[in-house]
Nanobody
Framework: QAQVAESGGGSVQAGGSLRLSCEFSDSVCMLAWFRQAPGKEREGVAAIYTGGGRTQYADSVTGRFTISRDNTKNTVYLEMNNLKPEDTAMYYC???????????????????WGQGTQVTVSS
């Protein structure tokens, strides 16, 4: 069974930066970050193959967020720069034992979810 554990998050002012971390188990092939703001649907933010070779981003974060991995630590990072108030949400790490070729940011691709970490961006 795949497992994930998130860390990071917090409160920053607009234009600031934060880094989220997600430690994953060896059985994870694909990992993604999702976010959900109050009253809104869960949104895929960024995804990565833990073995390398593929990343995908939502249009709303392209150019500002970077997903990366450190396989020596079994950890995936989400570096978030130039944060905006609309980035405020609960951020979730999600894992899949399979590497899908399409719809990497669709929540149904992922069977294991973290507890979430809050990101708040003030104007």
């Amino acid at each position: 069974q795949a497992q994930v554990a998130e860390s990071g998050g917090g409160s920053v002012q607009a234009g600031g930066s934060l880094r989220l971390s997600c430690e994953f188990s060896d059985s994870v092939c694909m990992l993604a970050w999702f976010r959900q703001a109050p009253g809104k649907e869960r949104e895929g933010v960024a995804a990565i193959y833990t073995g390398g070779g593929r990343t995908q981003y939502a249009d709303s974060v392209t150019g500002r967020f970077t997903i990366s991995r450190d396989n020596t630590k079994n950890t995936v990072y989400l570096e978030m720069n130039n944060l905006k108030p609309e980035d405020t949400a609960m951020y979730y790490c999600a894992a899949s034992r399979h590497c899908y070729e399409s719809y990497l940011l669709h929540p149904q691709r992922y069977s294991t979810w973290g507890q979430g970490t809050q990101v708040t961006v003030s104007s």
